[in-house]
């Protein structure tokens, strides 16, 4: 699906959808809990629908509703069932790095499977902890397979990896034997998602306790075995996908997002600090946040513990005066794109001016023109978006080649921007 988009008056009020971090991370616990878990408002996106696959087969019984998820839970990974065919986790990222450490305590041999880049992303962490307890771990270009039961000890990870890593082992231990401890190493990027786990893991009964050691690193202690236990939740609103809003906002102007929870440990929530120092217009508003046109400078932005803001703030620099500065985003390389490239080829075609040094991305606001070729949405739900922002917010029309890439994490996003004023159409 490629859509073309028209100049056009933007403004309006948006809820954003729930939390897919959140969402993952819930749906887990609840699958490892013992008894009947409610979790409500909740989008069935591609990856949700992934992590919900995956639960299902580790044994969790799932009913889908409207309104939200019913997830019986097996109680511990005494109750997993025999996994008869490949764990199918799509393009997530947070599902098969989730669920590897859950799969190897039934210490059968279990295949994960998946499409797009998923198999191009790095997976040593994993092949050097099962290569450590002599277990197997083989990747290829079309899945990974494992077979043999992770035990229980001291696991060390570096800190400079992705967090999924760290939060899949968080998720695994309370289920071995007995205790274990993750010490992660400085530096220690992306923290924020790490805390969400423990936060999904205390709602669910299951306590960890963390203390920061003298050489910089962070040390997790998980009693076990513990039991999960079933709890009613509902999901928070989403940082990550209100940030394509709010740029949107605080450029074109006169944007609300409702739906946000200000105490929120999202780590993306720090979008909005970084529109603020932006001199974005920000108002508080019952239950989010109303974003006026500003007059948008250049900033400097450390990535190390936002990364999915990535791309959207690729777009915020280009309507910012002065030279923005990105640093640490070397881990958009390994996303559902390149998203490093992705972001400076296609908005280089409306004639943005981004240069890239290593891991640091400057880019110089100038005005844009409307692309004289279609963007490519290169199979990435946040390149597309971040590339709708851009255009809308600068007023120009484009099209957007795969644009139902959105469906990944973000569904309905094509008609919420209709609803705040976008002309919209498919080709």
């Not at 390389?333 to 400057?362: C, F, N, P, W, Y």
Request: charged residues 20%; proline residues 5%.
């Amino acid at each position: 699906m490629d859509a073309r988009l028209y100049a056009s008056r933007l403004g309006g009020t948006a809820a954003v959808p729930p939390s897919k971090s959140a969402a993952h991370r819930a749906v887990l616990c609840a699958a490892l809990a013992d008894g009947v878990s409610h979790i409500t408002n909740i989008e069935y996106s591609q990856d949700i629908r992934a992590t919900l696959q995956a639960a299902a087969q580790l044994g969790a019984r799932i009913e889908e509703g409207p309104d939200g998820v019913t997830i019986t839970g097996r109680g511990s990974s005494g109750g997993f069932v025999t996994v008869t065919r490949p764990v199918f986790c799509n393009e997530s990222g947070s599902t098969l790095r989730f669920m590897i450490p859950l799969f190897s305590l039934t210490a059968q041999k279990v295949r994960f499977t998946g499409a797009g880049r998923l198999f191009d992303r790095p997976q040593a962490v994993y092949q050097m902890l099962f290569d450590r307890q002599g277990l197997r771990f083989e990747q290829a270009p079309d899945g990974i397979t494992v077979f043999g039961r992770l035990r229980p000890g001291g696991f060390t990870l570096p800190g400079d990896v992705s967090s999924q890593f760290i939060s899949g082992l968080l998720f695994a231990a309370p289920l071995m034997e007995s205790e274990s401890t993750i010490e992660v190493l400085p530096p220690y990027e992306s923290r924020s998602y790490v805390d969400l786990t423990l936060a999904a893991l205390q709602q669910f009964g299951v306590k960890v306790t963390a203390r920061a050691r003298k050489n910089g690193s962070v040390l997790y202690r998980i009693a076990a075995p513990q039991r999960y236990t079933a709890c009613d939740l509902a999901i928070e609103g989403d940082y990550s996908q209100a940030a394509f809003l709010a740029v949107l906002g605080c450029v074109a102007g006169g944007i609300t997002v409702t739906g946000l929870a200000p105490d929120s440990r999202q780590g993306d929530k720090v979008i909005l600090d970084i529109l603020k120092r932006c001199g974005g217009k920000i108002k508080t508003t019952s239950d989010g946040y109303a974003f006026a046109r500003s007059l948008l400078r250049a900033t400097e932005i450390d990535l190390a513990d936002c990364p999915d803001l990535g791309p959207v703030l690729f777009t915020l620099g280009c309507f910012c005066s002065g030279e923005t500065v990105i640093h640490n985003a070397g881990r958009l390389r390994m996303k559902e794109s390149d998203r490093i490239e992705a972001m400076q080829t296609e908005l280089q075609k409306m004639g943005a001016r981004i240069t890239v040094d290593g891991d640091d991305v400057h880019i110089t606001g100038v005005a844009l023109h409307a692309p004289e070729e279609p963007l490519s949405g290169h199979n990435d739900h946040r390149v597309v978006m971040a590339l709708a922002v851009a255009a809308c917010a600068a007023g120009l029309p484009a099209c957007i080649l795969g644009a139902g890439a959105v469906n990944k994490s973000w569904p309905a996003f094509w008609d919420v921007l209709r609803a705040l004023g976008g002309k919209v159409e498919w080709e």
